[in-house]
Every structure is written in structure tokens, then in C-alpha cells.
């Protein structure tokens, strides 16, 4: 019998936990979960008896050597920070790794190391980055295959609230890692327009976003997702000239955003602590000196009016209130990641969604082309969200094929987007109810 790691029961993990589960006896194998907490193992696990609970601390170096010492195959769902602790280890102890994150400096000068180990890394290996990759690839080698010139790729994705689940004016809940919402877009982005690199700054990624439309649901805003350029040499696009790959949003959301953004609301980097209320906060960020109300002097400094939706939008969040700040928060972001876990959390039932859009303009014997390829899924509830599926899946196909030995895993630290890995994760996901659906122009 085998043993399968998998670092980390948060939000994320159900499918991937369940989907093991499912394959235990068919992989021969038992399934160990490890997280800081028993009772997020347990909620995804539900003490099923082909799997093994192991409270750790991930940073403990003997706790975590220990599991991935006897492992066969490690899945890591932990934050990314914290990849390259299980990544090393297994470099250490010869075992083939999953992520679901983007690939860190630390885990690419890996490479070479990973590659003479004859193992397996395959990060990005959830949504977005992952799905995205496989999709995009798939596309781009089927245009390329027929002779076809790619002029323009923009990617979209976005992990959004249901419509029937959608209550309140920010038009949006948490469905995966609350901190990586706090934090994006905050090392600015760059992507390629018109032929040439254009660089968004933080303080303008959410100002007069535009929006793309998709079918079923309208209109919705898009903001660049951190460095496009990096990924034109992996897509094999050295001749296209507008490459974007953007995150989706509903509008509003992201001119609430802008308006956190000028206040300085979303820094990690100051010192909160001798503030005691929001109001306080929000004086000091905006210079306000009990001159009018201070939701009138917020207007103001936002050059809006006093009864503009943004307003609104802040006020729901209780920043006119002299409510007290948490003990613990000492920069701006602590104090609005505590604000959002509570007004942004998902109720049992409601159900989120998952849109992830590509659209893809190309020349063929002169004539042009546009193929827009769309996926829109919901979940089913908070636990068995549409984010936990469409991430934890991929990672989990893969893993079993590679088990099993139906697909030779690719040795180094990838991305997928090789042809003998995305093709059979993607037939497998149509199964799962995964699939896109692609309209021609």
C-alpha cells in the first residue's frame, strides 16, 4: 500500500481530499492529511478509514520530514510561502509534488536539482494558474496546428459569488484564501498592447477598469494579473501583439477597491497600532480633522458624492462607526482582512461561481478569426465550492494518472502545459462537468 500527503485542509482541498478518497482502493493507497487544525482535517476527511490524520506544524522540520519521508506522492495546498519547505523535502526524500501555486524564485532555481532527481514538481496546477494553462495551451497548439497566426490572447478569471447567493453591494465573498484577496495586484502588472509592454502600477490596477462581456451573465470588470509577459515564451506566442492574462471582478467591486486603495487601506507595511477605532484609522489615512462628518470628509477626499454607491459600500463595511480595532492588527491590511472575514464570509449554503474566459484573435489563409472559450460553474455550497473543485481536481487527475502510470510525469519544475498532461486532465475534467464552451467570430 501506498501513502498520499496532502499538505493542507483548507478551503481548497475538499475535492482533491474527496477525490482520493474515491480512488483509495483502486491507487491502493491511504490517504494522510496534514494541517495545523484536526477539525479542518476531519471536516474534509470525515474520518474516512482510508485516511489518516497529522496535526503539525508544516514548519516543524521533523513533524513535516517525518510524513514526506514515508509518502509515495505529496499534494501541497498550503499557502504559497510555504511550498518550498514540502518542495525541499521531497527533492530530499525523491518524491514527486503538486501544487496549485504559481512557481516562486526559490522553486525554479530548483530546477536543475529537480530534473537530475528524475522527479516530478508540476506547480500551477489549480485554476488559475492551472486550468487556465491547460486550456490556453490546448487552444494555442490547435491554432498553431492548422497554420494559423495568433495576434491577440487575453485570458480571464475569476472567483466570484452566484448570483442567487449575491447579497451585498460589494458583490462578493471569500471562496478561497482570504490573505490572497488582501494582497492582489500589489506588485502592479504588466501585459503586451498593441505590440508593446505596458505597466500598471497598484495605485492605477482598479481605476476605470474595463469589462468584458460573457454570456449569461453580463458585463464584468477585469483587472491585469501581475506579470503577462512572463508567460509568453511558455505559451510559444513569440509573435503576438496583445497578451493579457487578467483577473475578473463585478464592477463594483473594483471601484470599492480603488477607493481602499487612495485611502491606503490595503497597506501591509504601516503601523496601525495607536489607532483605536476605524474612524481614527481612516482620519489619519485621509488627514481628516473633525471638520463635517467624517463620511462627508471621506466623499471628498474620494472626489464623490455623498450618496455614490462607493460610499455606500464603505459605510456597509462600518467604517463610519467608531468600532474598535482588533488587538492583534498592527498594519491596515490586518484590519481589513478582520473586516472582511466577517462581512465577506460564505453562509452554509451559498453557492459561489467560477468564470474563467479566453479570447483569442488569429489569422488563417488571411482571413481573421476570434474564439471566445468560456467556462462559468457554480458550486453547490460553502463546502463544496466551485473554487475547491476546479482547483483541487486537476491536481488530483494528475496525481492518480501519474500513479498509475498513465501519464509519464514530466521530470523538473513545470507548469502544465505540455500536450500529455493537459489533454487527459481535461478529458477527465468534462466528466466532472468541467468543460468549456467556444464560440466562433
Not at 476605524?278 to 463620511?295: D, M, Q
Not at 462581512?343 to 478569426?369: F, G, I, S
Not at 493537459?422 to 478529458?427: A, E, H, T
Amino acid at each position: 500500500m501506498q501513502t498520499i500527503l496532502v499538505a493542507g485542509a483548507g478551503k481548497s482541498s475538499t475535492y482533491l481530499i474527496q477525490y482520493l478518497i474515491q480512488n483509495a482502493s483502486f491507487l491502493k493507497a491511504k490517504i494522510v492529511v496534514a494541517d495545523g487544525s484536526l477539525e479542518a482535517i476531519l471536516e474534509k476527511t470525515k474520518g474516512h478509514p482510508s485516511t489518516q490524520a497529522a496535526v503539525i506544524d508544516i514548519t516543524d522540520k521533523n513533524q513535516r520530514q517525518a510524513l514526506v519521508k514515508e509518502a509515495s506522492f505529496v499534494f501541497s495546498l498550503m499557502p504559497p510561502h510555504l511550498h518550498i519547505h514540502l518542495a525541499k523535502d521531497c527533492l530530499q526524500f525523491k518524491k514527486n509534488l503538486i501544487t496549485s501555486s504559481y512557481i516562486s524564485p526559490e522553486m525554479k532555481e530548483m530546477g536543475n536539482a529537480v530534473r537530475d532527481a528524475g522527479l516530478m514538481f508540476m506547480c500551477e496546477m489549480g485554476l488559475d494558474p492551472g486550468i487556465d494553462h491547460m486550456t490556453a495551451s490546448h487552444i494555442i497548439h490547435s491554432i498553431q496546428k492548422i497554420s494559423g497566426d495568433i495576434t491577440s490572447f487575453k485570458s480571464y478569471c475569476g472567483g466570484l459569488i452566484a448570483p442567487e447567493s449575491d447579497n451585498n453591494p460589494w458583490h462578493y465573498k471569500f471562496s478561497w484564501n482570504p490573505k490572497n484577496v488582501i494582497t492582489a495586484g500589489v506588485g502592479g502588472a504588466q501585459y503586451l498592447k498593441a505590440g508593446k509592454k505596458v505597466e500598471i502600477p497598484y495605485e492605477e490596477m482598479f481605476l476605470n477598469n474595463k469589462k468584458i462581456k460573457v454570456d449569461g451573465l453580463g458585463h464584468l470588470a477585469y483587472y491585469p494579473n501581475r506579470n503577462s509577459l512572463s508567460y509568453l515564451e511558455i505559451y510559444d506566442l513569440p509573435q503576438v501583439k496583445n497578451f493579457m492574462r487578467a483577473t475578473l471582478r463585478y464592477p463594483e467591486f473594483c471601484d470599492g477597491w480603488n477607493a481602499l486603495i487612495q485611502l491606503g487601506l490595503t497597506s501591509e507595511n504601516d503601523n496601525v497600532t495607536a489607532t483605536k477605532n476605524l474612524v481614527s484609522l481612516i482620519a489619519l489615512k485621509s488627514g481628516y480633522s473633525n471638520n463635517g462628518s467624517i463620511k462627508e470628509h471621506v466623499a471628498n477626499f474620494l472626489k464623490l458624492r455623498l450618496n455614490d454607491e462607493v460610499i455606500n459600500m464603505l459605510d456597509w463595511l462600518g467604517f463610519f462607526k467608531e468600532e474598535l480595532l482588533p488587538e492583534k492588527a498592527v498594519s491596515s491590511a490586518d484590519i481589513l482582512l478582520d473586516i472582511f472575514l466577517k462581512k465577506w464570509a460564505m453562509r452554509p449554503l451559498d453557492k459561489d461561481m467560477v468564470v474563467m474566459q479566453h479570447e483569442v484573435e488569429y489569422t488563417r489563409r488571411d482571413q481573421k478569426n476570434k474564439l471566445t472559450s468560456t467556462l462559468v460553474i457554480n458550486g453547490e455550497n460553502r463546502e463544496m465550492s466551485a473554487m475547491a473543485k476546479t482547483v483541487g481536481l486537476p491536481m488530483a487527475i494528475l496525481g492518480k494518472q501519474v500513479m498509475l502510470k498513465k501519464i509519464v510525469p514530466p521530470i523538473g519544475v513545470h507548469i502544465p502545459n505540455m500536450a500529455s498532461v493537459y489533454r487527459p486532465v481535461l478529458n477527465e475534467l468534462k466528466h466532472h462537468g468541467i468543460e468549456f464552451v467556444d464560440k466562433m467570430e
